[in-house]
Each structure stands twice: as C-alpha cells, then as structure tokens.
C-alpha cells in the first residue's frame, strides 16, 4: 500500500516536471492545466516544485556569476579586459600552484624524515599530486568546452574531464594546456601509457607554457615505468622546485 | 497560476545566450550599479552582493525567454532596475527604517511594476537556494546537472555509472529531500 502511494508521488512529480519543463504533449498539457484549475493541492506542489527547480538553477549559475566578477571585475573593481583568446595562460593557474607547492612541499618534507629506503613506485607516490587546474573563467565557446572539463577535473572527476577533452583533440591539437593535462589526469587514473603520450606531446610544443612541469609529470611517469634514466633527465630539465627533491630522493 | 506561469517560466529560451554574452553584461553594468549603491550609504562588497543577486534575477529572465538578450537597452535597464530596488529594500530594512539614506522617489516602481509582486517569489526561491547546500554532494551535482545544465538522463546515467532508471528515482529522492528541507522550514 504503501508502495503504490509512493509510486503515485513519484509519477505526480514527473508529471509537474514534464509539465514545467514543456514536455507534456498538448494533450495532456491540456488536462493538467483542467486539473490544476480544481486542484488547490496540486498548485500548491507545482509552486513548490517551480521554486525549487529555481532555486537549483540559480545555485547553478552563482558560480559562473563569481567567474564574470573574477575575470572581469576582479577584487579591486578595476574592470579587466575581455578578450576572446583561444591560448590558455599560465598565469591564471599562479596562485593555485604556489598554494600546491607549498603543500607539496611540506608534504615531501615529511616524507623527507619518516620514508624508508626508496623505490620508483614508492618515489611516485610519494611526489605524485595531480595539477591542481586553472581556474575556469568563461569566454569564448571553445574556451568554454575546455574549462567546462577543467570544472570536472577540479571535482575529481578525471574520467569525465578525459572524456570532454578528447573531444577537443582536434580543435586544440597543438596546445600545451590541453594536452598537458590530459596527461596529468591520465596519469591520475594511472593510465600511465596515454599519460606519458599527451606529456610527450606537450613537452614537444613550441613555447610550452608548462614545460617544466610537464618534465616534472612525465618524469613520473617514467619513473613509475622503471625508465629512471630517462626520469632523471627530465627532472634535471625541470627547473620547478618539486624536481630537484626527487632528484635529491633518488641519489639517497 | 497563468500569471505566476508566465512570471517565472523555467522554459528554455529559443534564442540561445552564451556565458561569453553573460559575461559582456555583467561587466557592462556592474559599474553603474556600483556607483549608486556607494553613493547610497553601500559598500564595495554591498554592491557585489546585490548586483549578482539581481543578475541572477536577470539570468531566469533571459533564459525563459521573457527578455531578449539582444535588446540590450532593455536588458540593462532591467539589470540596473532590480539591482537598484534591491538595494532600496535592503536599506528600507528593519537594521536600516529608523534612518533617512535616500529620497524615496528613487524607488523605481514605474520603470519596474513587477518587481514588487516578484518579491514575494524571489524571497522563496532565496530560502530555498539555502537549502540546496545541504543536500549531499552527488544530489546537488545530479539536479544542478538536470535542473540547471539540462543534461539528459543518458548522460546522467553515464556519469552516476548507474541506469535511467536509477537516475530518475534518485532525482525524485534529492527533490523530494529537498522539498522537506525548504517547505518544512518556509
């Protein structure tokens, strides 16, 4: 008895949904619109359902509302440029990184006095924090499918921030950005052999933005494969911080 | 119930706007209403709150349909509108009536007859927007994903790793959680 009742709430909702949602074919359109004519309660539940489906969109929304601010505001109520650029910059990401390295670091400084005799896995593991992401401001549409997976890589849903920038592989064959940390959350997922692919792409791109920290992941990867020559020399290229102390890890 | 329908529409508008075009509104405004509510006795921080407050306003209108986003002149009146009266509200406010801030024929209910009977409205959905913060994590992503996103029940289905089905019956578990967070509360 109780199921049924459920069950009947559960179709009414989908019906108010539908019916909000200008899904209900027109005849049926037609008689919940009769129905809500006589039916006090039922106005009163697709008011609530209306507001609610308001309220999530809204809440939705808010974050891109902090982007705009951010990108074109700013905290000083200077109003930046807008601009329509399809190169992803660094310095967007400057803020994050430093709070990164500074956790990696202390991280690493733990690990410094308590790790036993290393490995290269254990090395990896020890090192092996994912890219922290760009912040995502909004602009043009290409842009926007790019950051629109970097919202999911921030949220750690590195499968289906995978799965949006595969899809701009073609549009973006050549960017660092892209491929860097499609390399980065590959390796996350410990896909190790796609990881060191788009790292070795990004790494060959003319005026990498991330270059060395493109040398610091792909050295990682390398090292987790057991190729710790090539590791080696990748971390002696990179000139980020997080590079020397593996380095300084592996000699001891 | 036909006025309230057509008030606040979730329908998608035909016209599509992207977040670039948001963006250029935004920006476009946000100064003007910056300005008045510092002259007003505000802050910098003040005027964000509202302005974005109002955006929000602006935004259901634009996506229903019932504001063309490329008649600017009337999109940025409006914008500047609702910012303003909420900024009179907030100041006609119980912290705020025994003093005198501001003229009150800068009350603009000429230029915006709706905003008074929309009050009601906006109040709800605020409180209930509060609510949502304490629903579990995968039910705000999931209904932000439906409600907001308008992704379909497929995708959903992928991205939960679970079946249509499944989707929707735990749809109708965060709105029904939710429902007895705001209304038991309203």
Known sequence: MENMENNNDFQQFEKIEKFLLNELPDREKLAFEEELKHDKSLRERVEQVRIMIQAIEREGMQDKIRQFHENTIGTKGAQKHLGGKHVFTFHRATPYLVAASVLILVTIGLFWFISPSPNNNKIFSEFFEPDPGLITPMSARSDYLFYDGMIDYKLKDYAIAISKWEALKDTFAGSDTLNYFLGVAHLTLENDEQAIEYLQKALQTPDNEFIHETRYYLGLAFLKQGKTNEAIKLFEESEIAESKLVLDRLNN | ?186
């Open chain 2, 1 to 186: 119930m036909a006025n309230s329908e057509t008030k606040h529409s979730l329908l998608l508008s035909d016209s599509t706007i992207d977040d670039s075009m948001l963006q250029k509104i935004y920006a476009d405004n946000y100064h003007k209403t910056q300005n008045f509510i510092i002259t007003n006795s505000g802050t910098v921080d003040e005027a964000k709150d509202i302005y974005q407050e109002a955006f929000l306003v602006l935004w259901q209108k634009l996506r229903s349909g019932e504001l063309d986003f490329r008649d600017s002149n009337r999109v940025n009146a409006f914008l500047y509108r609702v910012a303003r009266n909420k900024w009179i509200d907030h100041l006609r406010s119980k912290e705020f009536n025994s003093k005198s801030y501001l003229d009150e024929s800068s009350y603009d209910t000429l230029e915006a007859p709706d905003f008074e009977t929309d009050k009601e409205w906006e109040s709800k959905v605020t409180r209930v927007a509060v609510w949502i913060q304490k629903l579990k994590p995968d039910c705000r992503k999931l209904l932000t994903g439906f409600y907001f996103n308008r992704m379909s029940m497929r995708t959903l289905a992928q991205q939960f790793e679970i079946d249509e089905a499944s989707v929707r019956n735990k749809k109708y578990r965060c709105m029904e959680r939710l429902k007895q967070l705001a209304f038991d509360k309203l």
